[in-house]
């Protein structure tokens, strides 16, 4: 007699990462709305949303991750401050990419005329809109698959420049429009141009 194994959510795992949860919703959908009532009703879970419908449950950070993306975040929101031609915005931030998906990278900006083009309904939702530029920093637990693929997804959806900082390896993976991925290994610093004059990282701080 054979038994049947039990039923299991289904769970993605690979050599290097430690296991993500994901749920298809393929044949149920969600509506936008939807979709922001059930961030509001579990807020001590962050969820993303795939453009085939994947409903993404995703690990809180630690507290070495949190101080990396604090400091990523804050580097970023002073040059933005001090540039003035566009907003910074943290990892909380959740926007609804044009193939539907719905995507928080762990820091962003955007040209401030674009987010002024926004109606005040649209800016406290999960707008529809694009970041200029993305950062996803990789943590314990995520898959570096996952987010090379999420990386690819950000630039062909319009995003200008994305880099994927690895500390695990001290890699940086640079994304750009209509260009091969450009990979460094423990640079000493990024630099945001063209598309945020004047910015630069020093990685060493986020080591």
């Not at 299991?8 to 290097?16: S, W």
């Not at 509001?40 to 449950?57: C, G, R, Y």
């Not at 674009?114 to 109606?119: G, S, Y």
Request: with cysteine; hydrophobic share 40%; glycine share 6%.
């Amino acid at each position: 007699m054979t038994v049947a194994p039990p039923l299991m959510p289904l769970l993605e795992e690979d050599q290097d990462t430690a296991v993500l949860l994901t749920l298809s919703l393929e044949s149920v959908g969600l509506t936008d709305n939807q979709f922001e009532r059930l961030c509001a009703d579990n807020p001590e879970l962050v969820f993303e949303l795939s453009a085939e419908q994947e409903l993404i449950v995703m690990s809180p950070t630690s507290i070495k991750t949190g101080r990396r993306n604090s400091r990523l975040g804050a580097r970023l929101d002073v040059w933005a401050e001090a540039d003035g031609t566009g907003y910074a915005f943290d990892s909380s931030t959740m926007y609804t990419l044009p193939n539907g998906a719905k995507r928080s990278p762990d820091a962003s900006w955007i040209r401030r005329e674009r987010v002024d083009a926004l109606d005040e309904d649209e800016q406290d939702r999960f707008a529809h809109i694009v970041p200029d530029f993305v950062v996803e920093l990789r943590s314990k637990s995520d898959s570096l698959r996952r987010l090379r693929a999420k990386m690819e997804e950000y630039i062909a959806n319009g995003v200008r420049l994305g880099w994927l900082i690895d500390p695990r390896t001290r890699t940086v993976y640079i994304y750009r429009p209509g260009q091969p991925v450009e990979e460094l290994h423990d640079p000493v610093t990024l630099s945001g141009e063209p598309v945020l004059p004047g910015f630069t990282l020093n990685v060493a701080e986020i080591w």
